[in-house]
């Protein structure tokens, strides 16, 4: 055998990913010279569901990222501690990386990328967004000759299941998020994935490929899924409109330096548009770029198999460098400028108030004449043109009216609510999204 892999994690993805290490046929002919040696745990004595050779289990990781024979080290027990400092000790021992932790490099690809570019190994992700759906290693390489002006999508499945299912069945968050952790599909604390935080670090990684330039996760805009009820839904539906969770990085060329918003939001996505139709636990990543217009990646977006599918992917690619540059396994001396990260500079975000987006807004107002015209003078008074405003439906002497604006700028919008908060006609609104 000519490369040796030392596997950090036997859970979801780790067990999907010897599954394939152990049962080449039919697959890639590469994958029968690469070999699993060393599969790191935390318990020797928990139930899998894959049989390994006898010895391949320690719970000593250290010995796997320093041991010698080690060509690849494949992390998956997500996390930043320990994967972090057993990733660069790898590196620091000439390993090459393959991850599939968004969470990790979101907050410290730098200082990983950085330590791999000195020692010459390559760090590579295709896991880490979108699960199985080839995403990262296209956008590298069969898109480099693209000025991509949008990266968005769905990219966290557990809310997209939600969604889909709250839309389905009229259903309220609190009852379908239930039944989603019933079904393991959500984490027993779905923080991470209802509040978009999950998007958050997918969304910076694809912004990085995609403009050159590193994204600080603190500066993206992220806000989850929590507050979406089945009447925004039911009017977003009248309206034309299903909601998404979607993770957004654009890039204005308009003005005279480059404007990068990268965000994470529940959106009012038109029913046409390719992005309304990913249901489910599905992924997908819709792409502008110049000249190649509009590309869209949709699969499945987490699982075992998906996922380490494209761990593995990442794995053949390694092989498939070094045996082609004849290098030693550890050190591939020239790096292949397609598969590194080479981006030195932390880009500037535009703050959300900056942000020129549509939106939809639901207000309780009191039922009497003149309502109307109040709110759509004082949106007038901010510069914030309205599309469409309606009246749906009373409750005694209130009513409840839904707003959809054309493009206007958040910062303008936003002053227009707190004037309108301290008027004595509007009670409250309950509900405030952006539109696509
Ligand atoms: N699940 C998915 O569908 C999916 C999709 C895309 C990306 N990912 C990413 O893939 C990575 C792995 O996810 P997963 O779902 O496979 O996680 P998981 O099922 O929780 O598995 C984690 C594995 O890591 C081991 N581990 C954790 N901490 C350890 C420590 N301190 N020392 C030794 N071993 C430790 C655990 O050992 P024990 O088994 O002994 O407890 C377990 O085998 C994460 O970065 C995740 O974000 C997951
Ligand atoms: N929790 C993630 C797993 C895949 O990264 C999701 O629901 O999409
Ligand atoms: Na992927």
Known sequence: MAFKIGLLGLGTVGQGTAAILLDREGRHPLLKEIELVRVGVRSLSKSRTIALPENLLTTDLEAIVTDPEIDIVVELIGGVEPARSLIL?????????????????????????????????????????????????????????????????IVNGTTNYILTRMQAEAANFDEVLQQAQELGYAEADPTADVDGLDAADKIAILASLAFGERIKLEQVYCEGIRGISATDIDYADRLGFTIKL??????????????????????????????????????????????????????????????????????????????????????????????TCTHQHYCELAPIEELITRFYARFITRDLPGVIGKLGTCFGNHEVSIESIVQIDTHGKQAEIVVVTHDVREGNFRAALDELKHMDIVDRFPSLLRVL
């Open 246 to 339: 979607l993770a957004i990085a654009s890039r204005s060329l308009e003005s005279d330096t480059d404007n990068i918003s990268v965000r994470v939001h529940p959106t009012l996505v038109p029913k046409l548009h390719p992005l309304a139709s990913i249901n489910g636990v599905n992924n997908a990543i819709f792409i502008e770029g110049e000249p190649i217009g509009q590309v869209m990646f949709f699969g499945p977006g987490a699982g075992a198999g998906p996922t380490a599918s494209a761990v593995v992917s990442d794995i053949l690619n390694i092989a498939g460098i070094i045996t082609t540059t004849n290098t030693p396994h550890g050190l591939a001396e020239s790096a292949h400028p397609l598969m």
């Open 89 to 153: 000790k790898a590196i620091d021992h000439g390993k090459h990386i393959v991850t599939a932790n968004k969470a990790l490099i979101s907050r410290h690809g730098a200082e990983i990328f950085s330590a791999a570019n000195q020692k010459g190994v390559y760090v590579l992700l295709e896991a880490a967004v979108g699960g199985g759906i080839p995403v990262i290693q296209p956008m590298k390489e069969c898109l480099g000759a693209n000025r991509i002006n949008t990266v968005m999508g």
